[in-house]
């Protein structure tokens, strides 16, 4: 307890005032030493799963949202102990009117300001429409659509800066809720394809150095960080299934603090025996070349079905 304040939590390594408490530890955390909890989480998984090495060109997906936000700063306070890498932020311009303009000048300020290259990316300009114009009558396929066409997106601009890893700011729970939704939908090349391994080599690595730090901390993180924007949100969230599938763990989660990390690892166990058949079975699409697991991939499959 802090002794001014008889009742407060304190950090259980300095006695400052907590700022969290770490459910599945248990420990209560000031701010400075938060901050250096998720530094080096972040750093330690980078180096246990190689997910970047000298010489690398990261792309780093910046949307300008909070997770991605906290990608780049953290990413940035690690560059010293990177050797020889280069980080080149990239966003992607859906075309969400009364949304993504806002998010896409936090992006802009926020990479001026730490000095690192941006590129920006928007739909029409590589699918010839926004996403508004591609979801009329078909808003309750938002997510998935999108979802789509922003990775492809995403794999362009990082194949345009010649990056050698493409990094997001998928989170644990972000992480935690995809396992469960291609669970529910009975999707297993997903639930493998979703965990960003490859060793087909046929695709720019993608890396999730944030995929095992909650939401909860990364938000705590921003405000230590006097990063904290308050954005608008995606007028097509209320369509989204992981909506529901959040609340769900969330509640499960606080019941049963180690849900999210539990899931994470059943994932890695599921992946290891089913990844190696499944990258074999891809060929070329034959409109675009990429690697696909049928005749059409699944963007160019999809971009038939959007009328284009
Ligand atoms: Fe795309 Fe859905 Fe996210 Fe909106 S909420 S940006 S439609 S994935
Ligand atoms: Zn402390």
Redesign the pocket.
């Given at each position: 307890m802090d002794p001014n304040n008889p009742g407060l939590p304190v950090c259980f390594r300095c006695t400052a005032p907590a700022v969290i408490f770490q459910r599945d530890s248990g420990h209560h955390l000031c701010g400075a030493h938060l901050v250096e909890d998720i530094e080096s989480r972040v750093a330690d998984l980078i180096k246990t799963r190689g997910m970047i090495a000298p010489g690398d060109r990261v792309a780093v997906a910046l949307?300008g949202g909070k997770d991605s936000t906290a990608l780049l700063l953290l990413l940035v306070s690690l560059l010293p102990t990177l050797h020889d890498v280069k980080l080149i932020a990239i966003t992607i311009d859906?075309g969400?009117a009364g949304?993504?303009d806002a998010t896409i000048t936090a992006a802009e300020h926020l990479a001026c300001d730490l000095g690192i290259e941006h590129h920006c990316i928007s739909f029409p300009e590589l699918f010839g429409n926004s996403?508004d114009v591609f979801?009329k009558g078909r808003e309750t396929q938002?997510?998935?659509?999108?979802?789509i066409l922003?990775r492809k997106a995403l794999a362009v601009g990082a194949r345009q800066v010649s990056a050698t890893k493409l990094a997001t700011g998928h989170n644990l729970d972000d992480e935690a809720q995809s396992v469960l939704m291609n669970v529910f939908r009975g999707d297993l090349p997903r639930l493998i394809r979703n965990s960003g391994t490859d060793s087909s080599g046929k695709f720019i690595p993608r890396i999730k150095p944030l995929s095992l730090i909650p939401e909860k901390e990364i938000a705590v993180y921003l405000m230590l960080k006097n990063a904290w924007k308050e954005l608008p949100?995606?007028?097509?969230?209320r369509?989204?299934l992981?909506r529901e599938v959040r609340s769900v763990l969330s509640n499960f989660e606080y019941k049963h603090p180690g849900t999210m990390l539990h899931l994470m690892e059943s994932r890695e166990k599921i992946e290891q025996p089913c990844t190696r058949p499944i990258i074999a079975s891809l060929h070329s699409c034959r409109e675009c070349g990429d690697p696909s697991s049928s005749d059409l991939c699944q963007v160019c499959s999809l971009l038939r079905s959007l009328g284009r």
């Open positions: 949307s859906e969400i949304y993504r996403l979801l938002a997510c998935s659509i999108c979802g922003r949100e995606c007028p097509y969230t369509y989204a992981r």
